[in-house]
């Protein structure tokens, strides 16, 4: 069995304070391998984006540990958790966020300008990335010139484009349609996904199931099975 | 870094309605404060004319005297006892007074005559035409070729008119280093003759101009000076007396404060609400730089470059305004009493400083307590 890319060990995170706290994840255990893409389903409130935020290092346990690569992230200060989100995660949010003021290269440039590369280099770079996710010559565009797939794809880029070992995607066909969210999920798998890399997905979509290597069920803060397992 | 400056850069300035409103909000806060400003020095700096134009280093005056123009006469044994003092080189008597000049055309207008010392001519003004020993010569005047110069209907040398009913001929066109406050041409002549234009009360000498030997003389002067019951001031104490009277008691001063303390308000007003809306509208994609992995402080940087560029912009706009507006009105105005100093400059630059801070301080505690976990959210 390889190391796994992602480890966590009994995470346990509670919102909230007096009468109204609730507990988001209850123990939850969990690893994750390169090569990997693995989703995690459930209803709404089971605390899939909590998970997702815990493990990618942008949500901080209230017990538990999370390991990368065999580091414990939440051991590390707040300046080097920021870089091991810049180096090592890259994030495709639900809404995209891209900046409707940037131009779709210089949207896709931004972890590499976050990672002090000079900025026509990354600008040239982000160009490829643009290409690699099948948008040649709309590096000039503002994203609001683009359709929701386009978009979707330029979020894509932006997330692979600081080439981070994992990638995190939060509901990544919540505002496509069918064929669209099938489709990107699909490139993601031919094209985004390779050995040294893993992909989590948090999804309701049973469409996109084809493409999973495992998928991993969660209700009321703690996973309950593990759906399929598809090759790794 | 010069990559996430040029990012912050990039956001701002494509939002183009935010952009225009910072701009316009920072540049009329900095043109409102400039522009009163540079009127109240320009205002200053012509009450102090006389001052400046006669040079001389210390001042001997009557206690009660408050602005250059309102003369109280000393008798002669002040100018007497000035020259017998310890430290003093030399000390000359100056008349400053008041006439009523009737031009050929039968007009009339009042001007400021200067009587200089006739044995030294001390504090005499550049002359662009004429001699200067010419004003010894019978009814012999200086005119001073500043804005108010037309009123005297463009004299030349050898121009007649009459001053208080006698006789005047111009003898000599000067320049000096600043026009007078009130609007009215300028004569020198000597003293002497000043005395028999113009109507005298019984004691004639309107200041003593006094030169000390070395800058250490003029404490042993003041309090010599003090001690005879007169006051003596330095040059640049002068100016500042004159500048205290017309800030602490003409209502000047007030109507500055009260001007700067409002442009100061607007600028605030409307450059610290847009710009915290600009944040505020950013806010999720502020987030979004976070959960990538932007640094707090380099998101501090975006934004206190942001706001910096805005301000430094406005200021530089502000100040373009100003001296346009001033240089249109000295085309209908030749004698517009606007000035910008580096003090003006520097106090606009200060107020922009503090619309900057404090506009881009709300803007950092929102982003510094924006949690990346809310955009993962939603």
């Known amino acids: ?232 | 870094m010069k990559g996430i400056f040029k990012l912050a850069y990039k956001l701002l300035v494509n939002d183009k309605a935010k952009f225009t409103a910072l701009l316009v909000g920072i540049t009329f806060a900095v043109f409102l404060i400039v522009q009163m400003t540079a009127m109240f020095a320009g205002t200053m700096k012509r009450a102090s004319a006389t001052v400046i134009n006669l040079g001389a280093s210390v001042w001997v005056m009557d206690p009660a005297v408050q602005t250059v123009a309102q003369t109280t006469g000393m008798p002669d044994y002040v100018l007497d006892a000035a020259r017998s003092m310890q430290g003093v080189s030399y000390a000359v008597p100056v008349y400053s007074g008041a006439a009523l000049v009737k031009l050929a055309d039968g007009t009339y207008q009042y001007v400021t005559v200067i009587g200089l010392d006739d044995a030294t001519l001390f504090g005499r003004p550049q002359l662009l035409q004429g001699k200067i020993e010419d004003i010894y010569a019978e009814n012999a005047f200086i005119v001073v070729q500043d804005p108010e110069f037309a009123k005297l209907g463009n004299p030349h040398v050898g121009t007649e008119f009459q001053v208080n009913d006698h006789r005047g001929v111009i003898v000599g066109i000067a320049k000096v280093a600043s026009s007078g406050l009130f609007g009215v041409p300028t004569l020198y002549t000597t003293y002497g003759r000043a005395l028999q234009y113009l109507p005298n009360p019984r004691f004639t000498i309107a200041y003593v101009l006094v030169e000390p030997k070395s800058p250490a003389d003029v404490i042993h002067i003041k309090q010599q000076v003090q001690a005879l019951g007169y006051l003596a001031l330095t040059k640049e104490e002068f100016i500042d007396r004159i500048s205290d009277f017309y800030i602490y008691q003409t209502g000047m001063g007030t109507n500055l404060l009260i001007m700067t303390a409002m442009s100061f308000i607007v600028g605030l007003s409307i450059s610290g609400q847009t710009f915290y809306t600009f944040v505020l509208e950013n806010l999720d994609k502020f987030g979004a730089l976070k959960a990538i992995g932007a640094k707090s402080r380099e998101l501090i940087l975006m934004i206190l470059f942001q706001a910096s560029f805005a301000a430094l912009t406005g200021y530089g706009l502000g100040i373009g305004l100003c001296v346009l507006l001033i240089a249109l009105a000295r085309l209908r105005l030749p004698d517009y009493a606007a000035l910008i100093t580096y003090w003006n400059l520097g106090l606009a630059f200060v107020m922009v400083v503090v619309i900057a801070a404090i506009s881009s301080y709300f803007g950092v505690r929102k982003v510094l307590r924006i949690e990346p976990f809310e955009i993962f959210r939603g």
């Not at chain 1, 209850?26 to 909590?50: C, D, H, N, Q, W």
């Not at chain 1, 070992?165 to 919540?174: K, Q, Y």
């Open chain 1, 1 to 232: 069995m390889p190391d796994p890319a992602i480890r966590a060990t009994g995470v346990v995170k509670w919102f909230g304070e007096g009468e109204a706290k609730t507990q988001a994840l209850r123990g939850v255990s969990v690893e994750a391998y390169f090569g990997e893409m693995l989703y995690i389903v459930g209803p709404s409130g089971s605390g899939k984006t909590t998970l997702l935020s815990v493990l990618s290092g942008i949500l901080r346990p209230d017990s538990g540990s999370v390991s990368v690569e065999g580091a414990n992230i939440w051991n590390l200060g707040s300046d080097k958790l920021a870089d091991f989100r810049l180096h090592k995660i890259g994030f495709v949010f639900q809404d995209y966020h891209l900046f409707p003021r940037l131009t779709t290269a210089e949207n896709v440039a931004i972890p590499l300008i976050l990672k002090r590369k000079p900025w026509n280099e990354a600008i040239g770079e982000a160009t490829k990335y643009l290409e690699i996710v099948g948008l040649k010559g709309r590096a000039d565009l503002p994203p609001v010139k683009l359709s929701g797939g386009e978009q979707q794809r330029v979020a894509i880029a932006r997330a692979i484009a600081g080439q981070p070992d994992i990638l995190i995607m939060d509901e990544p066909t919540a505002s496509l349609d069918g064929d669209t969210g099938v489709a990107i999920v699909g490139f993601v798998k031919q094209n985004i996904l390779n050995d040294r890399r893993c992909i989590l997905i948090v999804t309701h979509d049973d469409r996109i199931n084809q493409f999973a290597t495992r998928i991993l069920k969660m209700e009321d803060g703690v996973l309950t099975e593990t759906v399929k397992k598809g090759p790794s």
